[in-house]
Every structure is written in C-alpha cells, then in structure tokens.
C-alpha cells in the first residue's frame, strides 16, 4: 500500500513521457541520413620505431673544432652536424688544385705540338698520365677536404654522441649515432582471432596525433605466434614523409577486416550536451525533434551512429538553426 502513496518511488520503475504540442515545419537544411558499405575495421595499440639506425664515423682525420648537435636534438637532413679543423685538408687541396691547373697547361701544350708532329707520341702519353695522376689527386684533396664537414645523411634525432670538442678523430672513429624518422614503422601484436584477415586483406591505417591517417606502404607478419601470448607479431611499414611520430610514441593502428554497413552523418550536425549525443531529426512534415543517438568512431568529417537513427531519416544540418525553429515552433503553441 505504501506504494500508492510514493509518486517519486512509482517513477523510478515507469518511464515519463512528456508530450509536446505540435508545431510548424521548418525551413532549415536537411541531411538525409544514408547506409554506406564502409571497411570493417579493429583497432590496436602499436609502437613507433626508427626502421634505420646508423653511426657516423670520421673519414678524415684531424681536430674536431665544433659540434652543433647533442643527444636528443632534432637534425634535418643535411644540416652540418661536426667541423673539423681543416688547415692540413684545404693546405693539401690548394697545393693539389696547382699541380692540377700546372698539368693540365702542359697537356694542352704537349698535345698541340704534337698535333704538328713535333714530339713524339710517347712525350703525349706522358703528359696525359700525369695529367690523369694531377686530376685524381684533386679529386682525393676535395674529398678530404669536404669531409671535415661532417653532415647529417637523413632527418632523425642524436641518440649518442662519440666524441668531444677538441679532441683528435682519426678515420674511422665514432662520431655520432641517429634514429631516421624519414622511414618510421609500428611494431604490433595481432591476436589470433584477426590473424586470418589481416593476412587477406592487407590493409592498414596509422591513426595520427591530430586526427589523421597514414596508409601503410607494407605489412610483415610473422609466420608464428607467439607461444605465451598467441599474438603474432608484425611492422607496419610507413610511408616516407614527416607525420610529427617520434621512435618510442604509442599509437593506434586500425586493420581492415572486412566490409560493412555504417549510418555516416556530419559531425556538425551532432549536439552534445553534458554526456549524452544527439541530432534534431525532422520528419516528412517538416517538424523537428530532438533524438539522442549513441556516436561510434569519427572518420574525417563524418561520424558514425550506432543507434537512434535508421537509413533514410532526415537530421538538420545546423543544429543551432534547428534549436532555434524548435523553440520558436513550441513558443507559437
């Protein structure tokens, strides 16, 4: 009996419905709400990682005078990473680029005359091997000499630096070491269940920090799973570009499994409101209603309902047009 007399406990066990007067229909734009074959997809956690590491060595010798990097600084391909001091290298070179112009004088010359037969074939052959030997020595005194710029060879970060300002490199010696981020890749585990798939299909997507996706160049799966965790690790393999991914960054990769159906709506076109979604859907007569709706995932400029709304509705577009018409027809009644 004491039931009867509790509005507020008989409330809790029966829904409320409240109904509105009808009101006019309205002129704002419309949506219609469309079933589209869209690819199947799950998503998993990956690991970015440098798919190149090297180790830069001196390959000349002399004084390091200045280091522009250290460990964790950002280089950009071609950017002059060390400098050596390079008196010994340009002395070498100058004294090289002479005997080079000095040779190649005296080729000239040798050839001229003996085109009036004037020497002998031999003293030609003679001239053209030293001006050969002239040639290459400039070509080996330029080299020496750009190597004590030492540049980075891709974009990437320091990880560790080999040597100090002031100390004496010979050729060969460490000098830096890097992590490319030109070529990145997304270590993964793939679970058994989705295996099958993702070996047919093929296909991936790299979810950006920003929103974006990154298709995937390639896929390698390994050809076992894993005897405690029966995942089967893979590398999805990114195109070349920066996509603002560091080695080390968590990330989301979605696999495509298959096709199906999805209700894609604008993203403008949702309200949100506290913790609860919804669009104002406006039926063949023109009037509007406020309908929450249970939101998926959002592609691009779209996003996907799960429920509260079927194929062939109508939502509007602008729902701040649409709140307006709403309470503007309920004022009217």
């Known amino acids: 009996m004491w039931l009867s007399r509790s509005p507020f406990r008989l409330s809790c066990f029966f829904p409320v419905l409240i109904f509105l007067a009808p009101h006019t229909a309205t002129a704002v734009e419309v949506f219609p709400v469309e079933s589209r074959v869209m690819p199947r997809e799950r998503y998993l956690d990956a690991v970015i ?5 090297a180790t830069i060595s001196a390959q000349t010798s002399g ?27 340009q002395s070498a070179f100058n ?18 005359v003996y085109a009036q037969k004037l020497v002998a074939r031999a003293v030609l052959d003679r001239a053209e091997a030293q001006f050969k030997a002239a040639k290459a020595r400039l070509e080996q005194a330029q080299e020496s000499l750009e190597h004590t710029v030492v540049r980075a060879p891709y974009s990437g970060i ?12 010979s050729v060969g010696q460490k000098l830096m070491t890097g992590l490319s981020l030109e070529t990145l890749r997304a270590q993964v585990a793939i679970p058994q269940d989705m295996i099958l ?6 296909k991936a997507a790299l979810i950006l920090p920003t929103g974006g996706r990154v298709q995937a160049d390639s896929i390698r799966i390994s050809a076992s799973a894993d005897p405690d965790s029966h995942t089967f690790d893979a590398r999805i393999y990114l195109p070349k570009g920066d996509h603002g991914l560091y080695p080390g960054m968590f990330a989301k990769l979605a696999f495509v499994l298959g096709e199906t159906n999805k209700l894609m709506v604008p993203k403008q076109a949702v309200v949100n409101r506290s913790e609860v979604s919804g669009v104002y859907v406006v039926d063949k007569e023109g009037k509007i209603h406020f309908r929450q709706v249970r939101v998926g995932r959002q592609l691009g400029e779209e996003v996907e309902i799960l429920a509260g709304l ?5 939502i509007a577009r602008d729902p701040s047009q649409a709140t307006v018409d709403l309470k503007a027809s309920l004022e009217a009644h």
């Open 158 to 169: 320091v990880v560790k630096r080999h040597i100090e300002v002031g100390e004496n490199a």
């Open 63 to 89: 004084r390091i005078e200045k280091i522009h990097f250290d460990v964790d600084d950002y280089v950009a391909k071609g950017s002059v990473l060390i400098e050596f001091r390079a008196r010994d290298q």
């Open 310 to 314: 079927i194929a062939g509705e109508q």
């Open 95 to 112: 004294a090289a680029q002479a005997n080079y112009k000095q040779a190649e004088a005296e080729h000239k010359r040798i050839k001229d």
């Open 197 to 202: 798939a993702v070996r047919q299909v093929k």
């Open 49 to 53: 990682e440098a798919e190149h590491q």
